[in-house]
């Protein structure tokens, strides 16, 4: 593999300076025959942390469309992905070099009858813990629980699990050295998970203020999907016939959710970058929930922080592009925290090394 160089302001420090690849690694030192491939603010690659490669609508799709739709986000900039649930055995992603790198929950784990059919594993209380165990092993060390979704009997949101069950499933994923995410809309989830020692909340809408002190207290992070949680208007209208209190509930989330997120982040809960890509989301749009978050009122500097360095320190990967560090990076004309529309329009996509967009 030859040597290639890019030139230009390096974020997060802004610091002009010469990038050289070789052999898919980070140096400064300029190789023999390095070429110059491109100029341009150069920015870590970007986090997907809520995304579900290989899910669709009617559940898990094909190999040919897990491809198609991870070569998308790769050329939107993205260059590592947390799936956060699939139906579909999407391991073989590791092995493809071209594709973005792949960090696996496995399947959604929820309750039964109580979920989207088709897209995770329906159990009972009694069984959450053994199928937690079993998705602690299958994926890539994290778990997605589905904390909350509509009650037939109540006909609005309610806890998938009672607060026993969700404590020892958490604990059985830690015992296996895996992390756990919940899915949660509303209020009354959170504090169970919390208290079982969750490590991250996926949406958040129904945060109150002693959620967002324990999270900040215990470390636990938000990924926020705010293109999802624009939706719950529609989810209103659909439901409002048969559960019309859901309807109520949607709305009142949606009504606050812009003070919610404003809330955690001022408090200093973390935040990251997750498009939700998959199922009624598209693939390839992490630059509009960027985009849509700085419009909720955080910086753009904030922003796409949680996109790239910030996220990948946090999902235990280089946050900057140091001395043999991968070789995964974007190239941009712009300077994007000056611009995040600049986002949609990357000059270089570099994936371990080579340069794949």
């Known amino acids: 593999m030859s040597a290639l160089r890019f030139s230009g302001p390096v974020l997060p420090d802004g610091e002009v300076r010469d990038?050289?690849?070789?052999?898919?690694?980070?140096?400064?030192?300029?190789?023999?025959?390095?070429?110059?491939?491109?100029?341009?603010?150069?920015?870590?690659?970007?986090?997907?942390?809520?995304?579900?490669l290989g899910l669709e609508d009617g559940g898990a799709v094909s190999d040919e469309e897990i491809e198609r739709t991870a070569i998308l986000d790769r050329d939107n900039g993205v260059l590592l992905t947390r799936d956060c649930g699939s139906p579909a055995d999407t391991r073989w992603v590791h092995g493809r070099e071209d594709l973005p790198r792949l960090i696996r929950c496995g399947r959604h784990v929820a309750r039964t009858r109580r979920y989207i059919k088709n897209y995770g594993h329906e159990v009972e209380p009694d069984a959450l813990a053994d199928v937690v165990a079993e998705q602690a092993q299958n994926g890539d060390g994290w778990v997605k629980l589905v904390g909350d979704w509509i009650s037939r009997e109540s006909g609005d949101l309610a806890p998938s699990f009672p607060a026993d069950a969700v404590a020892a499933a958490i604990g059985v994923a830690h015992a296996h050295g895996a992390k756990v995410t919940a899915h949660c809309f509303g209020e009354e989830s959170i504090a169970p998970l919390l208290d079982a020692g969750i490590d991250c909340?996926?949406?958040?809408?129904?945060?109150?203020s002693e959620h967002v002190e324990q999270m900040v207290s215990r470390g636990v992070a938000l990924v926020p999907t705010v293109l999802q949680t624009s939706k719950f208007p529609g989810f209103a209208s659909a439901g409002?016939?048969?559960?019309?209190?859901?309807?109520?509930?949607?709305?009142?989330?949606?009504?606050?959710?812009?003070?919610?997120?404003?809330n955690a982040h001022d408090a200093g809960v973390a935040l990251y970058v997750g498009s939700d890509g998959g199922g009624s989301a598209r693939h390839g749009v992490l630059?509009?929930?960027?985009?849509?978050?700085?419009?909720?009122?955080?910086?753009?500097?904030?922003?796409?922080?949680?996109?790239?360095?910030?996220?990948?320190?946090?999902?235990?990967?280089?946050?900057?592009?140091?001395?043999?560090?991968?070789?995964?990076?974007?190239?941009?004309?712009?300077?994007?925290?000056?611009?995040?529309?600049?986002?949609?329009?990357?000059?270089?996509?570099?994936?371990?090394?080579?340069?794949?967009?």
Do not use: C
Not at 44 to 52: E, F, K, S
Not at 201 to 208: D, K, V, Y
Not at 240 to 262: C, G, H, I, N, Q
């Open 201 to 208: 909340i996926e949406h958040g809408t129904g945060l109150t």
């Open 287 to 357: 630059h509009e929930e960027i985009r849509a978050m700085a419009a909720m009122g955080l910086s753009n500097e904030y922003v796409l922080g949680a996109a790239s360095w910030r996220a990948r320190a946090w999902l235990g990967w280089n946050p900057g592009l140091s001395e043999g560090d991968p070789a995964d990076f974007v190239v941009y004309p712009r300077n994007p925290v000056e611009d995040l529309s600049v986002l949609l329009e990357p000059s270089h996509v570099v994936l371990r090394g080579r340069q794949v967009a």
């Open 19 to 52: 990038v050289y690849v070789l052999d898919g690694r980070i140096t400064h030192e300029r190789p023999t025959g390095a070429e110059t491939a491109g100029e341009g603010w150069i920015v870590p690659g970007l986090v997907d942390a809520h995304n579900h």
């Open 240 to 262: 409002r016939d048969k559960f019309p209190a859901y309807s109520t509930s949607m709305e009142r989330l949606f009504a606050r959710r812009r003070e919610v997120l404003m």
